[in-house]
């Protein structure tokens, strides 16, 4: 696995720039990293005693950096995950936040494994996903990844707004999808074909 540094680098290549979409709840965000999060960490940026979208522009990527390795991957205890898992659970817990865990531990519970669906990564969990690495690593973090992408199809099945980032307007995958895909082996990445008839309920 690469260094976490480096892991780090990447989500933020994948993230972009400063953008604020108003059809993401998350509203103004910069690499990733969200006015909410700014807020809760209290990064008034510009000193001007609140935080705003102007204090997201000012954001840098060594900042950003550091948000993601303390808030994104240490604290909420992901290093302590088998290693197989830990790249993509950090990619997906920027994105969807404790949902990222959420997922991780129901695919658990499918796998035989007795664990609370609360998206905190304590003792419990940790455990059952050793245990199950131990089996069958590669196996567990396809399973992932395919789990993940099922649950950025399913978000925007309910949420016709998000749809536009699991579709391209020609129709083919969108950012979540092929996000999704960068941590599964590429016999189990869908065919354009079937990603076209994943979506084509959405007209």
């Keep these: 696995m690469q260094d976490i540094e480096a892991i780090t680098r990447d989500i933020i290549a994948r993230e972009g720039g400063f953008v604020n979409d108003p059809d993401d709840p998350g509203g103004a965000t910069k690499y990733g990293v969200t006015i909410g999060t700014l807020r809760r960490l209290g990064l008034d940026l510009d000193g001007d005693g609140q935080v705003t979208a102007g204090d997201v522009r000012r954001l840098d990527r060594g900042t950003v950096e550091r948000i993601y390795i303390e808030q994104y991957f240490r604290r909420p205890r992901i290093a302590e995950l088998p290693a197989c898992l830990q790249a993509s659970l ?3 817990y920027v994105n969807a936040g404790a949902n990222a865990v959420k997922i991780l531990q129901r695919l658990l519970a499918q796998f035989g494994e007795a664990v609370d669906v609360d998206g905190v990564i304590g003792a419990q969990t940790i455990s059952a996903a050793l245990r199950a690495a131990e089996k069958a690593p ?12 099922n649950y950025y199809y399913a978000l925007a099945d309910r949420r016709p707004a998000s749809r536009k980032y699991a579709r391209r307007r020609d129709g083919g995958k969108g950012g979540w999808i092929t996000r999704a895909e960068e941590f599964i082996t590429p016999r189990f990445h869908l065919s354009e074909s079937q990603h076209r008839a994943r979506v084509a309920s959405w007209g």
């Design 138 to 149: 590669e196996h567990l973090a396809d399973a992932y990844g395919i789990a993940r992408r």
């Design 90 to 92: 950090f990619d997906m």
